[in-house]
């Protein structure tokens, strides 16, 4: 019930945020007041619904481990982490589109070589992933660095199975060579639910929503002189592309991983032939802050 007094207490509310030094944390937290209080007043919440609404987001809190962050699977399943990525994002048609950075990027990935292997359990179908990291104009940007991680070919992260997968499966940080050229050997991914035991899988249940996610490889691409993208490859012809339970899908992103027969490369890679093969390119976009003439790493 909107009456003259809820008014006014949105207006003291937002009255008491004017000391408020940084500008820009007034504007956040007063549109944030408005907006809950709209939202109040158009939903009419029982107390004991508010009760409840308070109970999820403390259950969220202490679901939080160093290894697992349910507020950031919130954001994801809710689209508003996609939302905000794509608010952020460039928007030009010539670099690599954004999208999530995921609750698994939880812990540091292992520098390795050009070529390494990062399924270090070897119990899915093996694969290379290569390509070149790019300017915008098109130039290669040597010593581009790419952190990438994986879940394994049963759909876990290695945070979610300490006791089973060693640490570092599935994730590798790679320096690309003299010509932008990256390549690493790994498992071709599986779709997989995201984590369901906790207050974010008893939204799901509650709403009838599935869980999982298209499979996909995850990488952030940074290169001196260019701002890092955070962005996935998705297998071309998964199961739930169209469905991605954190609305993360982007076309651009969906690629093969063709099934190759080849001897020469495959021995050059270290993988028995046929293998599967994702072949792409990371464009990254010069910031605009950077210094042109600046040499390229």
């Given at each position: 019930m909107t009456t003259e007094f809820t008014t006014r207490i949105t207006e003291a509310v937002v009255d008491s945020l004017d000391g408020t030094a940084d500008?820009?944390?007034?504007?956040?937290?007063?549109?944030?007041?408005?907006?809950?209080?709209?939202?109040?007043?158009?939903?009419?919440?029982?107390?004991?619904e508010w009760e409840q609404a308070i109970g999820f987001l403390t259950a969220t809190g202490q679901t939080c481990t160093d290894t697992r962050q349910e507020f950031v699977l919130l954001s994801d399943v809710l689209g508003v982490s996609m939302l905000v990525e794509t608010i952020n994002s460039d928007g030009s048609g010539d670099v690599t589109e954004s999208t999530v950075l995921g609750p698994f990027h939880m812990t540091e990935s292992p520098v390795r070589e050009l070529g390494a292997d990062i399924d270090l359990v070897g119990d899915g179908e093996p694969?290379?992933?290569?390509?070149?990291?790019?300017?915008?104009?098109?130039?290669?940007?040597p010593g581009?660095?790419?952190?990438?991680?994986?879940?394994?070919?049963?759909?876990?992260?290695?945070?979610?199975?300490?006791?089973?997968?060693?640490?570092?499966?599935?994730?590798?940080?790679?320096?690309a060579d003299d010509e932008g050229r990256f390549r690493f050997r790994t498992c071709v991914p599986s779709p997989y639910p995201i984590p369901t035991d906790g207050p974010?899988?008893?939204?799901l249940r509650s709403t009838g929503r599935h869980p999982y996610r298209p499979a996909h490889i995850h990488f952030i691409a940074s290169a001196e002189g260019h701002t890092p993208v955070t962005t996935h490859i998705f297998v071309a012809g998964s199961d739930h592309l169209d469905s991605d339970a954190v609305f993360?899908?982007?076309?651009?992103?969906?690629?093969?991983?063709?099934?190759?027969?080849?001897?020469?490369?495959?021995?050059?890679?270290?993988i028995p032939s046929p293998f599967r093969h994702a072949r792409f390119d990371l464009v990254l976009n010069r910031d605009p802050n950077s210094d042109p003439n600046a040499e390229r790493p």
């Open positions: 500008p820009r944390l007034r504007e956040l937290l007063t549109a944030l007041t408005r907006h809950l209080h709209a939202f109040v007043r158009e939903t009419e919440p029982t107390m004991a694969c290379v992933v290569s390509g070149r990291v790019l300017s915008n104009d098109g130039t290669e940007l581009a660095v790419l952190d990438v991680w994986q879940a394994n070919a049963e759909g876990y992260y290695d945070v979610q199975q300490p006791d089973v997968q060693p640490a570092g499966n599935g994730r590798g940080l790679f320096t974010v899988g008893d939204l993360a899908v982007k076309e651009s992103l969906v690629q093969d991983f063709t099934e190759t027969d080849d001897p020469p490369l495959a021995r050059e890679f270290g």
